[in-house]
């Protein structure tokens, strides 16, 4: 039950930091992993009663990304930490309503809760909503394992004037019961003691929950006919095994199958079930159970629940409501908010830029001054440096699209949008809630495949997944921005950042209509959707989610990015053609004035270029792009962005500073604009809006849509779709200017 | 009536809950059973949604959904 992904050096630091003043004996020396088990614990809860933000408070790291909306916490998670010198292992299960869900994310908790080995469950409840949370709790109970209750917001509960006997809860139901904030911290240190006991208990509590009186007089009846045979299963009282064999646990009858009390057993339950079916009105048992768990929650939230009216957190979202989600008010202002996004995006980013554009080159020359060898040099100054530096250069508005998709994310207002579009979404064959994923597909296409994940329709999550590139993600966001910048005054250029967005999201929207006529037909999904109520993240959560991103981001142009800048300047460096050279320098030399040196200078490095690895690459495929107006250069740069979306804008910089012999345009965004027009511009900003994403995107999408297969159909469909509407832009474009 | 009849601010109680196994099971979950009292909030724009609140939590479903849901007006 070891925990791999605890490291020892972590534990120690976590310790220190967290709780430096306790005593642990052996606190500087020999690291606490030896010899100790982890205690291992499943933590399961509906969504939207943080969870995510639990564990962050129990654990003292920042690990987990934590939302405001089901589906952030899409596979299961592990974290690891050390509290009092014992190991704790924590399970992060997906939100689930209920543990026979349909999602597959609800699959993921279903199938380790039943089938994994673990020491203890934690049920988190959102103390606002506890009459619902409690349904999932009667189900966990069932489970027969040992369990405590965290009462989560407990703060906010307090607010809205509500409070929860806990000692009565917990006789109620016959685990332990805590109130709890994963918010402000109250609480925490005292669930960390009670996990730990009762892990360390030898028994568990039995549930004491009472059905309703004809099952009860059923469950009697069961469990004294298998007290009267002296009957025993494992740890499970009699009682339970009644509820089991009652309810149709498949597990426990798969497992008592064989046994010889079963042929007595079955007439007895046939009755029973026939009772219960009469009173109920009803032959399908999981509704009985689930009616029945509906009237325990109502009977339990009504006893330990004191409140006053409606909570006034429920008063303050409705109000709320009433302007967000209004009737004609609603579209408009979520179209607002997304082009208010895209123009901070654009006017923020922009202020810190000269000044990091003009550090960059600054630095370039300078470090460039201290090197004589003419090729490394080169290597630093135009290939590193250059590479690395176009992509630095888009952090600032990096940061500001992350910021406004986790504020979408975490406060609520992504389930409201979602049900402000079903209506409109349904038309185009989408569901409400392929929104989450779409939007989380603005800031990375990654995790937005798994987003998908909440759709419970297998066709429906497939048109999501086949449209979802259409999404410009963060990383496309430098090559808008190189582009829009080159070609349009600052004025209009957050504009047209919107409006990129909003035709890839219309033109994703249309293809799924294509979709759904054409390729995926039958069935959709039932909408039945939460809205959460209103929740301001803290700052910390949102510091965290920003900070985790741009660190992601900065990771990249130091690794990945750097490698794919060494390369390409090698590839347009090699083989250098020597003969080439010395008939230029021999001609410059012979030159009479600087204007027909520095047209010779120029010829001769273009000329050197083409002849290049990656001119000759370049130069194969230009054919194919040259409808499109682009030359061998762009065409490498979109090629080299199959591999990750930010290499195109280095490798244009590496492309562009190789070739430029001209000192007095330093910026990327001169030498572009001096070397190509606004249709192809245009035509390109298209082709890069629909095409391929990333690799590690395209690993995600093979594993999520289920086959290696429906990549090749991606990519076809995502380059047909790019190659058409890039050459009608190219054209229109001419003929208009 | 259906739950998908009722008006802007009118409370029901659930009497029966139709439809598909699945469609009753994600219902059930939100605790959207017989003897439940429901409170319509709002519809969307082209009335294809409708916005309900079931005990605390409120809830999004489609038209067709609701239709499924049978009530009696309180």
């Known amino acids: ?737 | 009536m259906k739950l998908s009849e009722l008006k802007k601010g009118q409370k029901a109680i659930v009497t029966s809950v139709e439809g598909t196994k699945e469609m009753k099971q994600r219902l059930l979950s939100f605790g959207l059973t017989k003897g439940a009292e429901v409170e319509l909030i709002d519809y969307s724009l082209t009335k294809s949604n409708i916005e309900i609140i079931v005990d605390t939590t409120l809830l999004a479903l489609r038209k067709e959904e609701a239709e499924n849901i049978e009530v009696e007006k309180k």
């Open chain 1, 1 to 737: 039950m070891a925990c791999d992904n605890c490291n020892d050096e972590n534990i120690g630091k976590r310790k220190r930091r967290r709780r430096g003043q306790h005593s642990c004996t052996f606190e500087s020396k020999e690291p606490i992993k030896s010899g100790l088990d982890a205690i291992k614990i499943a933590l399961a809860g509906q969504p939207n009663v943080g969870k995510s933000m639990l564990i962050n408070a129990l654990s003292g790291s920042n690990s987990v990304k934590v939302g405001n909306f089901s589906g952030v916490t899409v596979d299961k998670l592990e974290v690891c930490f050390e509290h009092h010198c014992h190991q704790f292992d924590l399970i992060d299960l997906p939100g689930t309503y209920s543990i026979d869900g349909f999602t597959q994310e609800e699959k993921v908790a279903k199938d380790f809760l039943l089938n994994e080995d673990y020491d203890l469950i934690l049920n988190v409840v959102d103390s606002t909503n506890l009459q619902r949370n409690l349904l999932l709790t009667l189900e966990l109970l069932e489970l027969n394992k040992k369990m405590v209750l965290a009462l989560n917001m407990s703060d906010e509960a307090l607010k809205d004037g509500i409070n929860i006997d806990t000692k009565l809860l917990e006789k109620i139901l016959g685990v332990k019961v805590i109130k709890v904030s994963a918010k402000s911290g109250e609480g925490v240190e005292e669930l960390l003691e009670i996990l730990h006991q009762e892990a360390d208990k030898e028994n568990r509590e039995h549930s004491r929950v009472v059905f309703s009186d004809a099952v009860e007089e059923e469950l009697i009846e069961i469990e004294k006919f298998l007290n009267e045979r002296g009957f025993k299963y494992n740890s499970l009282t009699n009682r339970e095994v009644a509820i089991g064999l009652l309810f149709e646990d498949e597990k426990l009858y798969k497992k008592l199958h064989d046994n010889p009390i079963m042929i007595e057993l079955y007439p007895l339950l046939v009755d029973a079930r026939e009772h219960i079916y009469t009173h109920h009105d009803s032959k399908d048992i999981k509704e009985i159970k689930a009616a029945e768990h509906t009237a325990i929650a109502r009977g339990i939230a009504k006893e330990v629940v004191e409140a006053n009216s409606k909570p006034k957190s429920l008063t303050f979202t409705q109000k709320v409501d009433s302007i967000l989600m209004h009737k004609y008010f609603g579209i408009p202002i979520f179209l607002f908010f997304m082009w208010a996004l895209f123009q901070l995006t654009f006017e923020f980013g922009a202020l810190p830029m000269d000044y990091i554009d003009s550090a960059i080159s600054s630095f370039g020359n300078f470090v460039g001054s201290f090197i004589s060898n003419d090729n490394l040099r080169s290597l630093i100054v135009d290939g590193i440096i250059a590479g690395v530096g176009a992509v630095l250069l888009f952090l600032p508005n990096i940061i500001i699209l992350y910021i406004g998709i986790a504020l979408l994310e975490t406060t609520g207002y992504m389930s409201r949008v979602a049900f402000i579009l079903d209506g409109f979404f349904h038309k185009f064959g989408l569901h409400g809630k392929s929104f989450i994923p779409l939007v989380t597909g603005f800031g990375c296409t990654v995790p937005a495949y798994m987003a998908a994940r909440t759709l419970k329709s297998e066709k429906d999550r497939l048109i999501t997944l086949f449209i979802l590139g259409f999404m410009s993600c963060g990383a496309r966001l430098p090559i808008y921005v190189l582009f829009t910048g080159a070609f349009f005054s600052d004025k209009v250029a957050g504009n047209i950042l919107f409006l990129i967005y909003i035709s890839g999201a219309l033109l994703g929207l249309i293809m799924a209509k294509v979709l759904r006529v054409v390729v995926f037909r039958g069935e959709d999904e039932p909408f039945v959707m939460e809205l959460p109520r209103y929740r301001l993240p803290s700052f910390k959560l949102l510091w965290h989610t920003v900070y985790s991103n741009a660190a992601g981001y900065l990771k990249k142009a130091g690794t990945f990015i750097l490698a794919a800048s060494m390369l390409i300047w090698f590839a347009s460096n090699y083989p250098k053609d020597d003969s080439l050279v010395k008939s230029y320098e021999a001609k410059i030399e012979k030159a009479q004035n600087k204007e027909v040196k520095s047209q010779l200078e120029n010829e001769l490095n273009s000329k050197l270029l083409e002849s290049s690895y990656l001119g000759v690459i370049g130069k194969s495929t230009e054919a194919f792009f040259s409808p499109l107006g682009f030359d061998w250069r762009l065409t490498v740069a979109l090629e080299a962005g199959l591999a990750a979306k930010e290499v195109v804008v280095s490798t244009l910089g590496v492309l562009y500073s190789v070739g430029e012999a001209d000192e007095s345009s330093n910026t990327l965004k001169e030498i572009l604009k001096k070397n190509i027009d606004l249709a192809t511009a245009l035509s390109f900003i298209v082709f890069v809006m629909i095409y391929l994403p990333c690799m590690a995107a395209s690993a995600v999408f093979v594993k999520e849509a289920g086959g290696f297969r429906y990549l090749v159909y991606l990519f076809i469909f995502t380059t047909t779709t790019a190659w058409v509407l890039s050459f009608v832009t190219y054209n229109v474009v001419k003929l208009l200017t």
